[in-house]
Structures are given as structure tokens and as C-alpha cells.
């Protein structure tokens, strides 16, 4: 083929690394954004692309079967975390010729499977699985036939990576704080879990474990009340139902996830209660639900972007060599106090305080 | 082939037709969920496809290209309205084998011409485009390489289907509202539109004329008053602290959609003001933050998942006919009144009603 002037022929990364003088190495690093390819380099390589007309979506095809597609699976479009893991991989993916596409499994097993192997079905070149349900066993089995990564939750497999935060600090985190404030009668709403190994790895079982723990550490052992629906608005919605019914009813609510604590605020305010005046209210993921300046909430960041980043960069690197170990990464969680909590039965002071802010 | 034993070979839409002693156009129907194929016909293909393991994900690619996939393409994840159009499409899609692969464009053109041509490149069998911005020729050009709906966004085409809401009826409707509330100050959020023919098509730009039109139908044209962001949480905040700058200060502000009402309510916490005892805010769409009941925002209902709905049926239409004359579907929109919008001025009787009300 003299002088690869021939029209039809499709554009190779070989015709791109000779184009621009690089081994086809640091173009696939280029085209992966991987670590080690200099501004030198990507600038000399996006240059042969476009002079080329190289496209590797189409190109790859014919050449060893890659699709440029990665799927990410998410358990509920709805919660406003997901949409922050979901920067943090649209970030690390965006130098990339990688197109993400995403797919919802409403946190319902059979959903899952469906996803998974329609993913694999349209042989997807890796898949980022958000606290999914699926038995271990599947999960290795999706992760032996395409690289895998699976977010949120734990539990060390030796075929695919983890990013996670550390759920079992994050939770003590909250009711440290809420205990500091003088709180003891400090109720959890969690996403019920019944399955053995899920409870040792699913991210909302480690949550409950760790207020647990949290809550016997501070001498509030007796005060241990838990409401078991779902991570959802809805479920904070029937949590808070609960808690309120009780004899006993708690002087702050520490929701599972901040979409569960936009339940709990429906709820209270459905019964007439002031936030932080009569219960406070806490919630866990840094959403800008959280954020959102007439609700406040206190809340744990888990650094939602930085778990999309890591996963799409472990993702990436597995593409390139499914060989290598897994790894396993974990992030640190941060407390984010605001106006939803306060010291308990502060309810002339809170008051006072509710009087002088804007309201709703 | 005898009685179709032999293990290896595919299962196809004439055997699940042949074993349950029906047409393959009644498979087609059942398979694509479409009208017209009753229950017992669903129930017996469902059984033959269950007793044959019939995959059509898989058949169909080796018969006739069919990948069974199809994209729906966002402007923003974050924006909890495209949830709801989501939430029809699958419901429509549900008792079907195809597959939802969800792509975010970012409200970004060239963002959605990668998006577009990734899921030509991935032999898609169908797109939903919600609200986009590309250019009405390459809408068309998309559309005669794979079958099309354009949701939200107005203007006939013959090669592609539309679902809309009547936006112009819907931003009336607020300013009816508030007109007949006592308002006169109302302001408005838009989008931000230069393109002429997007300022006739995109439902942004549809409402902010209906908004100037109902202005002045209701002899309120001095008070029109806009302010030019994005429909965006972050656009509603600037947008907001934009109007509250200017010598007059509006008493009502009609947000061009949940999101941005969002923003709104951001702002005015910011600068102290209270909703609606200075300021009434209302929205549109009807989102789940809308319902939320500490915010309880004022909005027009333009049922999200109706849209869904329509949008999968007519792209199933279109599949299995890709000759049928294009179709346009436009929706009524329904005002909801809500706690965030009340007469002018009345800050005192506002205040009173706001300290019965639980606040936050």
C-alpha cells in the first residue's frame, strides 16, 4: 500500500504514531489520557488525529474488536450523588475517545442482570457498576468476561476494582457530631438489607454498622432506633413516618443518604416540624441537594467526583491490561456541618434563630 | 434442519412464531410492546421465547443489524424533569427486549454531535434528543440515518417525530396566576437563545415569548423584566441576584423550569428574603423538587412522563415503519399552585402564614 494514499482504506493508530513520530503506545496512552503521556506529546498526537481524520471508534472495530464504549450503571437516576460520580468520570474520560453510556437498574437485582449482560451484549470495553446488588458471583463473572469496576460498594475481589469511601467512619463522623451537640436519642434511617454477604459490602449496610458502632462508643447504646425502608426520597419519607410513631420519638435523624433526608424534611414538615428547632437532621453524600442554601443540611462529602475520577482512571488502566492486580481504593469521608443540626430541645432558641432567617 | 435441534444454531422470530402458532408480525408487535397484540397473544410469545431462550439482542444482530439499543440523549443529568421523561420511556420500553443507554450532552452543541455520532457509530436502532440544540439540518441529517424523536423541542420536520408541551399556553398560565394574585413586578429567567431558528423552536425560548405575550395581554407590558442565563441550578441563582440588583425590585419571578427555581430559592435565602412573604417564586415542569414539601414550589405540570411515553411509542412506530409520515405530539400544560407564591405585598399576612408553617 504505497504511501497510504489509498481513500478507502480505514486510519490505523499505526498511521497515526508514524504521523506524528510517537510509538503506538503513547498514542493509545493519549487516546486513553493515561498518566505519562506529556503536553508535548498529546499535542503532537491530536495533531496527527485530526490531520489523519483518524477515528478510533470506527477504525477500532475492524482492527481488534474495541468499541470505545464504556457502560455505568447506575442504581436510581433520581439521586443527585450519582450525577457527581458521574462528572468525576466524565472528567477523566473527557481528553479520551471514549463514549459513556449510562443505564439505570433501579436497585432491583433481575434489572441488574438485564443491564449487565445487555452492556456486555453490545461488547461495551468496561463497565463502572454503581452499589450494585448483584450476587459476588456475578459480579466476578462480569468482571472475568469485561474489565470491571465497581463503586460504593466493598469487599475485596481479585478480578475487579473497588473505589468506595469508608462508609464505617463516615457514619461515626455524623454521630460524633450530633452526640457533641448534646443529642443521645439519635435515630438512622437505613436501606434494609437482609443478604449475608451484602451486609458485610453494600455502602448503606457499612452506614448502619458504623452508627451502630459510633452510637455504643458514645454511651448511647440504649438509644440505638433504626427505621429500615430504602435509599430514596420515598424511603426517607416512610422512615421518618416511623421514627415519629414510635413512643419515644428522636431528637435528630441521621438519614443514610442526603436523598433519604429530603424524605425526612417532606415528612417533617407534613407533622409541622421545625429543622434544626424541633429534630435535626443529617444526611451523607455532599449532594447539591445539601447544599441547596434553604435546606442546610449537614451532611458527610464522600467526594462523590473523586470516586468517578478513580473508577474511570482504574477502568482505563485495566483496558489497557487486564493482567495487572486489582486494586482497591478508598477515600476518606469529611463531616459538612450546617443549619440542619443543632443542640436538641433548643426549641425557643432554634425558634428564635428559624425567626430571623428566611423562610419558606 | 430438522425440528430445529440442532443445538448451535440461533434462535429466530420464526421459531418463536412457529412454536407459539403465531404471525411474526405478531412476535414483531409483542417483542416492540406495541398496540394491538393482546394479552393471551403476549402471554403465549412470552412463553415461546422463554421455552426457546430466544435472545433477539443477539439473534437479531447476525439477521438483520438490529442491536435492540436505544439512546436518549439529556442536556443535563441534574435536571430531575428529564428523570420523569425517563421514567415513561422505560415504562413504554419496559415489556420490551430493547435497552436504554442514557448519554448527557451538557447543553454543549459540538458535546451533542459527539454524543449523536457515537450512537450512529454503535448502530443504535433508535434516538430520543431531548431538547436539543443542534442545528435543524443535522437534526434531519440524524434523523435519515436512524429513526428520530426530538422531545421538547417545537418546529415540524418531515423525517423525524416531536413530542412537546405547549410551552407558550404554560408560561401563561404562571403569568395568569400572578397577574390575578395581585403581581405586576413579574419577572422572568430565560435561557439565554441567539440562534433564530432555535428562538422559534427551543422551549425555553417558546416560554420566555409566551411570558412577554401574556404580559401583555394582562396590560403589563412595562413590567416585563428578563433575565438571561441558563437553565440551570447555578443560572437560577444568577439569574435571581441579577433582578434583585435592578431599581425594581420584582415582587413575583417565573423561572423557566424547576431547576432554576432551585437557583432562585438559593439566591433569595442568600440575600434574606423570604418566599413568598417578599418574593413569590414559581417554576415549571412539576419535578419531584417541586412536591417537595419545605419548598412546595408554584409550577406548571408538562407530565414529564407522558412525554416518555409518547416519545418511545412513536420511535417503536418508527422502527418497525420507517416510511409513515412524521408525527407531532404536543401536550397541554397544567398550573399547580403551590405554597411559594401568594399576593404582593402582603408581607405581614405572609409572615404569619409562614410562622404557623414548620420552617427550616
Redesign the interface.
Known amino acids: 500500500m504505497p504511501n497510504g494514499r489509498a481513500p478507502a482504506r480505514r486510519v490505523t493508530i499505526i498511521d497515526v504514531a508514524k504521523h506524528a513520530g510517537v510509538s503506538t503506545t503513547a498514542v493509545s496512552k493519549v487516546l486513553r489520557n493515561a498518566y505519562g503521556a506529556s503536553p508535548e506529546m498529546q499535542a503532537k498526537v491530536r495533531a496527527a488525529i485530526d490531520e489523519l481524520g483518524y477515528r478510533p471508534?470506527?477504525a477500532a472495530r475492524g482492527m481488534r474488536g474495541q468499541?470505545y464504549?464504556i457502560?455505568v450503571m447506575l442504581p436510581d437516576?433520581?439521586n443527585?450523588f450519582f450525577?457527581d460520580v458521574?462528572d468525576g468520570v466524565?472528567a477523566q474520560l473527557g481528553g479520551t475517545d471514549y463514549?459513556?453510556?449510562?443505564?439505570?437498574a433501579c436497585n432491583d437485582e433481575p434489572a441488574e442482570a438485564?443491564?449487565t449482560d445487555?452492556m456486555i451484549?453490545?461488547n461495551m470495553d468496561g463497565v463502572i457498576l454503581i452499589a450494585p446488588l448483584t450476587s459476588r458471583k456475578r459480579l466476578e463473572r462480569i468482571a472475568r468476561t469485561v474489565p470491571t469496576v465497581v463503586v460504593g460498594r466493598h469487599g475485596n475481589s481479585a478480578v475487579y476494582d473497588t473505589v468506595a469511601d469508608d462508609d464505617f467512619t463516615g457514619a461515626g463522623l455524623v454521630v460524633a457530631h450530633l452526640a457533641e451537640l448534646g443529642h443521645q436519642r439519635i435515630a438512622h434511617i437505613e436501606h434494609d438489607e437482609t443478604d449475608p454477604v451484602r451486609l458485610t459490602e453494600m455502602p448503606n449496610a457499612i452506614r448502619a454498622v458504623g452508627y451502630r458502632h459510633a452510637m455504643q462508643a458514645h454511651g448511647l447504646g440504649d438509644f440505638v432506633d433504626i427505621a429500615s425502608t430504602t435509599y430514596t426520597?420515598h424511603g426517607g419519607y416512610l422512615g421518618a413516618k416511623q421514627l415519629l410513631a414510635r413512643p419515644q420519638r428522636p431528637t435528630a435523624i441521621f438519614a443514610g443518604a442526603d436523598i433519604v433526608a429530603?424524605g425526612v424534611?417532606?415528612a417533617?414538615?407534613?407533622?409541622?416540624?421545625?429543622?434544626p428547632?424541633d429534630i435535626s437532621v443529617a444526611g451523607y453524600d455532599n449532594t447539591?441537594f445539601a447544599a441547596?442554601?434553604?435546606?442546610?443540611l449537614t451532611t458527610v462529602d464522600q467526594a462523590g467526583h473523586q470516586i468517578g475520577v478513580n473508577a474511570a482512571r482504574l477502568l482505563l488502566d485495566r483496558i489497557a491490561d487486564d493482567s495487572r492486580p486489582a486494586t482497591q481504593v478508598k477515600l476518606s469521608p469529611r463531616l459538612v456541618t450546617r443549619?440542619?443540626t443543632a443542640a436538641p430541645g433548643g426549641g425557643a432558641a432554634a425558634a428564635r434563630t428559624?425567626?430571623q432567617?428566611?423562610?419558606?
Open positions: 471508534s470506527a468499541t464504549t457502560g437516576i433520581r443527585p450525577a458521574l466524565n463514549q459513556v453510556l449510562i443505564a439505570s438485564h443491564v445487555a451484549d453490545r426520597q429530603m424534611l417532606d417533617l414538615t407534613e407533622a409541622g416540624l421545625s429543622v428547632g447539591t441547596f442554601a434553604p435546606i442546610s443549619r440542619s428559624a425567626s432567617d428566611p423562610v419558606l
